[in-house]
């Protein structure tokens, strides 16, 4: 196992919007105890296990033709972040992962790694060999703003690696171990460069800091430790 390393230079936000909150409908429980807000086309229904601290938040997905009924499979999914109270959407994710009540989305998985005072939630969307989007966002009233993590962290990791082993490779942030974002923005998570179907993958625990400064997220990262595939 090698040593950790420091990085001193600070990464900038490689990406980073402003989404005003689109008002919606009151999130209610449905029958088989889900929440779902709205009706018709533009009804949502909210992720278990992606609820903030506060109660006041979470992640949600629809589509443009509304839920499906049944055991019909929905197409064109948008993944959300909405305000639970109202059902307003604050932003739209990166991921298209979805679960009825009944069925879920094969092979996909998602993470809400939320700050404890709500403010700010780590959004980790992988499909079958990738993170399809791996984010920070921070909430601001009506508002949240986006930091794309991924473009950040898997430069630094690929560097890494010898050259001749920089091509080809899966970037995924492992959602079997903890991803955790602490009061102070510093995010905490293993993630892996790998040859999908390969025999061997390229883990490392890292941490990234991330600060607002006049409502605009960057973030640097502080450490990268390489470690042994499970």
């Known amino acids: 196992m090698r040593s950790a390393v420091t990085f001193p230079v600070v990464l900038l936000a490689l990406y980073a919007s402003q989404t005003a909150a689109v008002r919606g409908d009151a999130c209610i429980a449905d029958q088989r105890g889900g929440l779902v807000c709205g009706e ?64 879920r989305a094969n092979r996909y998985e998602l993470i809400a790694a939320w700050s404890p005072d709500s403010r700010a939630v780590i959004e980790v969307a992988n499909s079958r060999w990738d993170s399809d989007s791996f984010a920070y966002y921070r909430i601001d009233g009506a508002t949240a703003t986006r930091l794309d993590l991924r473009a950040l962290v898997e430069p630094v990791m690929t560097a890494r690696l010898p050259p001749r082993n920089r091509q080809g490779n899966s970037f995924r942030v492992r959602e079997d171990l903890p991803v955790t974002l602490d009061a102070r923005g510093r995010a905490r998570f293993t993630a892996m460069l790998y040859v999908p179907k390969g ?17 605009k997220p960057s973030a640097q990262v502080v450490s990268m430790r390489r470690v042994k595939a499970d």
């Open 40 to 103: 018709g086309k533009g009804a949502l229904r909210v992720f278990a296990n992606t609820t903030s601290p506060s109660k006041n938040y979470a992640f949600a997905w629809r589509t443009a033709q509304g839920l499906p009924s049944g055991g019909d499979i929905p197409n064109d999914v948008e993944n959300v972040l909405i305000r639970v109270t109202d059902g307003a959407v604050l932003a739209t994710l990166g991921g298209t992962y979805w679960a009825t009540g009944e069925m």
């Open 199 to 215: 025999e061997t993958s390229n883990d490392y625990k890292v941490q990234v800091n991330v600060r607002t400064t006049g409502g």
